[in-house]
Every structure is written in structure tokens, then in C-alpha cells.
């Protein structure tokens, strides 16, 4: 067994173009995800400044897992500039299958809840998954999250079945 050291760093301008490659892997790897085939959709320059903005916004996080200059690992916080629900963060997650069983869910969701606490300004963290994905469904429970309803049909297979969606989410 190969050993690679994995380390964990806030996304940077520079990271934008491994992390488009990560998230066109991803998007072929899983129908986990709402991308399909067709890829991300953002270019690098929209990324960069994507990863900027999210530097300087104190109610948001782009965590990196990463081996060497490869992104293999990605966790992200995004809020609401509307005062109302300001508050909520939105995350997203996502991990090379590859590394799928290793932690690094576990990692990146742990510094989260971490920063979330730290930070002081989200009350709220929430999220979406497919119920059929139990395994995320499992980790989330870990952490805290409950699952506070379902969306029937809220995404589809790309052979077109439907699919149900837990909304989940945890207070801080």
C-alpha cells in the first residue's frame, strides 16, 4: 500500500484549476452529485474569483483536501447576504472516490463544525442528500446533522429515475 500524505488548506485563487479537474472527476465518478457528464461550470478565472471572495467573506469556507497540488477532497459553507437568513450556512461536500472510507469526510466536516463554532456568525449549517446514499446520510448523523425532511423527486438518475433528497441540517 502506496502511503500519501494529505493535507487540509482554505482554498486559494491558485487552487482554481485542480479544483475544476477535481470536480469534473467527481461529476463522472458519482451520480451522487447534481453534475452529470456535462462537467462544472465555472472557468478558472470565475473560480479564482469565486475563491477570493470567499477568502475575504467571513461567513464562508472552501476547504481543500489535497496530495500535493491534486484536490481530492472538497468542503465548502456558503451563506445568504439577506439579513434574514443570513445565518444559514449551505454546505457542499464532495471526495474523490479513490479516497472514498479514508476520513477525509469526517475530517473536513469536523474542521467546519469547528469553524462554524469559532466564527460565531452561522447559527445553522444545512445541506441536501440523496436518501439512497446512506453512507453520507450515516456521516452526517455523526456530526450532528438530522434530517428535518424529505424532497420527493428532488434530482434524477441520468436514465431518468427518480430520486429522493433528505434535507438535513444542525444548529450551532
Same mark, same amino acid.
Given at each position: !500500500?502506496?502511503? $500519501?500524505?494529505?493535507?487540509? #488548506?482554505?482554498?486559494? %485563487? ?8 477535481? !470536480?469534473? &472527476? ?7 452529485l447534481v453534475m452529470d457528464e456535462t462537467g462544472f461550470g465555472f472557468s478558472q478565472e470565475q473560480m479564482e474569483t469565486i475563491f ?5 467573506? %467571513? ?8 496530495? +500535493?497540488?491534486?484536490? =481530492?477532497?472538497a468542503i465548502s459553507v456558503k451563506s445568504f447576504r439577506q439579513f434574514r437568513i443570513s445565518h444559514i450556512g449551505t454546505i457542499f =461536500?464532495? =471526495? ?10 469526517? =475530517? /473536513? ?7 462554524? $463554532?469559532?466564527? +460565531?456568525? /452561522? #447559527?445553522?449549517?444545512? /445541506? ?5 446514499? &446512506?453512507?453520507?446520510?450515516?456521516? *452526517? &448523523?455523526?456530526? +450532528?446533522?438530522?434530517?428535518? @425532511?424529505? &424532497?420527493?423527486? @428532488? ?10 433528497? *433528505?434535507? !438535513?441540517?444542525?444548529?450551532?
Amino acid at each position: !500500500m502506496i502511503k $500519501k500524505e494529505i493535507y487540509f #488548506s482554505e482554498a486559494e %485563487p491558485s487552487d482554481a484549476a485542480a479544483f475544476i479537474d477535481f !470536480m469534473n &472527476q467527481v461529476a463522472l465518478e458519482t451520480d451522487f452529485l447534481v453534475m452529470d457528464e456535462t462537467g462544472f461550470g465555472f472557468s478558472q478565472e470565475q473560480m479564482e474569483t469565486i475563491f477570493e471572495a470567499g477568502i475575504e467573506n %467571513p461567513r464562508e469556507l472552501c476547504l481543500l483536501a489535497k496530495v +500535493g497540488s491534486e484536490v =481530492i477532497g472538497a468542503i465548502s459553507v456558503k451563506s445568504f447576504r439577506q439579513f434574514r437568513i443570513s445565518h444559514i450556512g449551505t454546505i457542499f =461536500i464532495a =471526495i474523490k472516490k479513490e479516497y472514498w472510507g479514508h476520513g477525509i469526510g469526517s =475530517i /473536513l466536516l469536523e474542521e467546519v463544525s469547528h469553524w462554524a $463554532k469559532e466564527v +460565531g456568525l /452561522l #447559527s445553522r449549517l444545512e /445541506l441536501t442528500v440523496q436518501v439512497r446514499n &446512506q453512507a453520507a446520510v450515516h456521516l *452526517y &448523523q455523526k456530526f +450532528g446533522f438530522e434530517i428535518e @425532511g424529505t &424532497q420527493k423527486r @428532488g434530482a434524477r438518475t441520468d436514465e431518468g429515475e427518480w430520486l429522493d433528497l *433528505y434535507y !438535513m441540517g444542525k444548529l450551532i
